[in-house]
């Protein structure tokens, strides 16, 4: 079979006069589907793949993995992602818990994925400016050691805001002495959480409500969602 002409020529003259196509070739980096980021995407991939399902109807359900929260309601702040399906709001993970030993249930008896997002199905029940109904989740039962890297790889991927912008919506209620902390920014922004009221958590969040507005305002503005000219 002979070679293309027209191909050998062009390397032969960008490789220089008397050159190797060596001193002019590129090395690209084999892929390696073993790779741990490259596992990490196929599950991200996977989860994306899902359809987006109501947060307050999810059936119990076992196993560890991880999920990622979209908005779909009305709310001001959200609207540039209220599509419900393009960029989550929130993404986590659930991962069974260690130092088991000594216990009597075993792993596939444990729920941490479907307990973990009914925690969040809770807290935005209990926040007085948003709606659950307005909220959708997508979810995949995953092998527990991949599923750290996922989340790690979606939140570098999507930034969601209450990931990176405002701190908190993951946070259980604070147990002992902890009630003497600071509030959450993110209990600060939507109020609502019976642990995190003024009342038992006198210490307002270093980062106000109007703060975390005019971050989220001005990440939508850099992602291209909104224009520079609209006010939070």
Known sequence: MSENPGQVGHTEESAGAGGSWKQIATRPEPYDPLKLENLARSIEIKLLEMEPAHISGLHPMFG???????????????????????????????????????LAAREDDLAPLWKRIDEHRVSLACAGDLDVDDFRVRYLVAVDFFVSLAEQL?????????????????????????????????????????????????????????????????HWVQQGLLPEDEGP
Do not use: C
């Open 64 to 102: 560890a993995g991880i999920y990622a929260i979209y908005y779909v309601g009305d709310h001001e702040l959200y609207k540039p992602i209220a599509d419900g399906r393009t960029t989550p709001i929130y993404v986590g993970k659930a991962v069974y818990p260690g130092g088991r030993k000594g």
């Open 154 to 218: 979606m939140i570098r991927q999507f930034r969601p805001v209450w990931n990176t912008l405002v701190d908190g919506f993951g946070n259980h209620a604070p147990g002992g002495n902890r009630a003497d902390g600071a509030r959450p920014p993110w209990d600060e922004l939507h109020p609502g959480r019976p642990w995190s009221t003024p009342e038992r958590m006198p210490k307002p969040s270093k980062q106000s409500a109007e703060r975390s507005s005019e971050l989220i305002h001005a």
